[in-house]
């Protein structure tokens, strides 16, 4: 995020206008905790893991009395439209505060999770895909030596994205995601397809998802069903939301930050900066909240072709 909030900051300042962060989000709109923000404010920050505004949840912007205080802020510090970095969550707010009040807001796509509709990638994505590789790189070395099933828990509630795509970059033998886990016992048809004839070990990704069971729910049955393996279960957690930005995820903040400015001078509001085969492009946050991003089936495909 911090590489798309100096872009905004920077492109905003290029084109004359004046800049405001507000911390911790919505919170920091209804409690005033804004600052001005000049170039300097966004210097040496690209390289940076996180957001240095910071984040925090809202309930009260669930409410209208609290979307109510969030505008009167507004007005007092003089701010005529917003920027908001976030996913499926933040972008609803920024949806409803728009019609009640009339704000002028461009939305980035600010989620590891990569389901937001509209947009090919996420800002956060790439790196979150890195983070995974590196460790599950490191995991199938004691894989190897020890001939366990490792099952592995990636992020990802409702989108297999990472787990996906993850499973690829690794090599490992399946993914366990949650858009397709009611068409197929995906555990099952692993077991049943005769996996690990030709090899001394093997990686299962899995999505977090309450629908998948997670990566705990898929040992235990392993553990009923197949008792003849040895499963070891690792959760990668927090690990996948932080560190330095990968190059690609500096690049798309920076693209998308200064596009969000473009969006302005465009009299555009009320969309998402999206990016579509290598180009910008705005979405409705309509669309990008209300309609699903579903997983590509021939990646799927690809993961089961190369799992032999």
């Known amino acids: 995020m911090n590489a798309a909030i100096r872009a905004v900051t920077r492109s ?11 911390y911790r989000g919505y919170k920091g709109l209804i409690t005033g905790e804004i600052a001005p923000f000049k170039s300097n ?18 309930d009260e912007f669930r409410e209208p009395e609290g979307r109510r205080v969030a505008f009167e802020t507004m007005q007092r510090e003089q701010i005529d439209a917003l920027v908001v970095i976030g996913g499926d969550g933040s972008l609803t707010g920024a949806r ?14 600010g989620t590891i999770d990569n389901d937001l509709y509209g947009t ?5 994505y790439d790196t979150a895909l890195n983070t995974i590789m590196e460790a599950v790189d490191k995991i199938r ?8 099933l490792f099952f592995i828990e990636v992020m990802g509630r409702d989108a297999g994205f990472l787990a996906l795509n993850g499973a690829i970059a690794v090599g490992a033998e399946a993914a366990i995601i949650p858009e397709i886990s ?17 090899k001394n070990s093997s990686i299962v990704i899995v999505a977090e998802s309450e ?17 003849e393996y040895d499963v070891r279960v690792t959760i990668l957690g927090h690990i996948q939301r932080g560190g330095s930005p ?15 400015i473009d969006a302005f001078k465009d009299d555009q509001r009320n969309v998402m900066i999206g990016i579509q085969n290598d180009t910008i492009v705005y979405v409705p946050f309509s669309k990008a909240i209300k309609l699903e991003k579903h997983i590509n089936r021939e990646v799927l495909n690809t993961l089961k072709i190369l799992s032999v």
Request: negative net charge; contains cysteine; glycine residues 12%.
């Open 182 to 198: 009611t068409e197929v016992d995906q555990l099952g048809e692993l077991f049943n397809e005769g996996f690990r004839q030709t």
């Open 12 to 22: 905003a300042i290029y084109n004359g206008l004046e800049v405001k962060g507000i």
């Open 246 to 260: 990968s190059a690609y995820d500096r690049i798309l903040a920076s693209r998308m930050g200064a596009a969000a």
């Open 41 to 58: 404010n966004v210097s040496n920050i690209i390289q940076q893991g996180g957001t240095i505004l910071k984040t925090a949840r809202c």
């Open 141 to 148: 070395d004691t894989a190897t030596s020890h001939d366990r």
């Open 96 to 109: 409803i505060f728009a019609q009640e009040y009339n704000v002028p807001i461009v939305g980035l796509p």
């Open 211 to 227: 629908i998948t069971g997670g990566a705990i729910g898929m040992a235990e049955r392993v553990k009923r069903e197949y008792p």
């Open 120 to 124: 090919d990638t996420t800002i956060g």
